[in-house]
């Protein structure tokens, strides 16, 4: 094991630092866990249908030896001849025969794993509900800060697709994981992996989140092998990934964005506004092919941040407390397991 490593803006870094102590001192968690906002329960919204019965489907990993709960550990993996590390947490109610849900959590553009465990916190809440998250670092990316290949004007010399293939694998191997209840979700750059993912992976990955996501065009497009449950949150007042999009280097408008996965879904019905509270206005796009669904939370002037966290990031724009992104996001995901084999 090693430390996971930290590029990017050093200034920034030490300002995060700062805040995340700042926030400590407030009563905030060590994982940023995002207490104070509130989640929007299922009675707000129509996908938040019961769980289906889906029987869990163990990994190779079911019955070896537990050697870590309740903490995160930094391992590494080499993938395409290039040595890859990662950030998993294990939940504190962890059994080696009990089969858990795991949730892959992509950082955004100069940032990493260790930061995004902190920015969202997610593994506060895989504590609490009892399912695994996993933090992995993306590499240099030309401009010399981290990032994924997800195309757009900083793509990184590596096959994230495949990274993340080899890094299920890897845990499929050694951890007791339910097969059909794995999940993905990113922030920016990390959303942008998370919606190739969805395109690349959909029979290995159950349902996908991205969060103010940077949808740069494929190459070859968008051919899943199956319909795919999305959930996509962004802000209006995001000036990095604009909500209007940006044509001069491809991103666009996430209205658009969300209708053409409403058509890979065969969804019949939608834009259909099911919920509407202080900034927050969620829409859906249902009657699809099963067991698409596709789902939109838009935050009226919010930012280019994560919704609920307790780390305030002012010069990324607004972050609302109307909702948790992280509670909405792993409600969602519950909800929709792979299903079949």
């Known amino acids: 094991m090693r430390q996971a490593r930290w590029s990017g803006d050093r200034v920034a870094w030490v300002v995060f630092l700062l805040v995340v102590l700042l926030s400590g001192c ?14 929007l329960q299922s009675g707000d919204s129509g996908q938040m249908s019961p769980t289906p019965a889906v029987t869990s489907q163990k990994s190779q990993g079911c019955g070896q030896p537990a050697v870590a709960r309740g903490t995160t550990l930094v391992e590494t993996l080499l993938s395409g001849g290039v040595t890859r590390s990662y950030r998993l947490h294990i939940p504190s109610g962890y059994q080696p025969d009990l089969p858990l849900p795991l949730v892959l959590n992509f950082h955004g553009h100069g940032s990493s794993g260790k930061q995004q465990e902190t920015y969202t916190g997610f593994s506060a809440l895989a504590d609490r509900e009892d399912f695994f998250v996993v933090y992995p670092d993306g590499v240099l990316a030309p401009d010399g800060k981290t990032g994924w290949n ?69 190459p070859g497009g968008c051919h899943p092998q199956r319909s795919v449950p999305i959930l996509e949150i962004h802000g209006t007042g995001d000036f990095i990934v604009p909500y209007e999009g940006k044509a001069s280097v491809g991103l666009p408008p996430i209205p658009q964005w969300l209708e053409d996965w409403a058509k890979r879904d065969g969804c019949q019905k939608g834009p259909d506004v099911f919920l509407a509270r202080g900034d927050i206005t969620g829409e859906e796009w249902s009657r699809c092919t099963a067991p698409g669904l596709v789902v939109h939370y838009r935050v009226a002037g919010g930012g280019h941040t994560w919704p609920g966290s307790l780390i305030p990031v002012p010069y990324l724009g607004k972050t609302t407390h109307t909702l948790s992104a992280t509670a909405v996001i792993w409600q969602f995901f519950a909800a929709h397991p792979l299903a079949g084999a």
């Open 26 to 39: 407030r009563g905030g968690t060590a994982s940023g866990s995002p207490g104070g906002s509130t989640s």
């Open 150 to 218: 997800a195309y757009g004007p900083h793509p990184t010399h590596v096959d994230d697709v495949r990274f993340t293939s080899d890094l299920l694998q890897t845990l499929e191997t050694h951890w007791c994981i339910d097969l059909r209840r794995i999940f993905a979700t990113g922030l920016s750059n990390g959303g942008g992996l998370t919606a190739l993912l969805a395109c690349r992976l959909s029979t290995q990955i159950a349902a996908f989140a991205p969060v103010s996501g940077a949808f740069y065009p494929i």
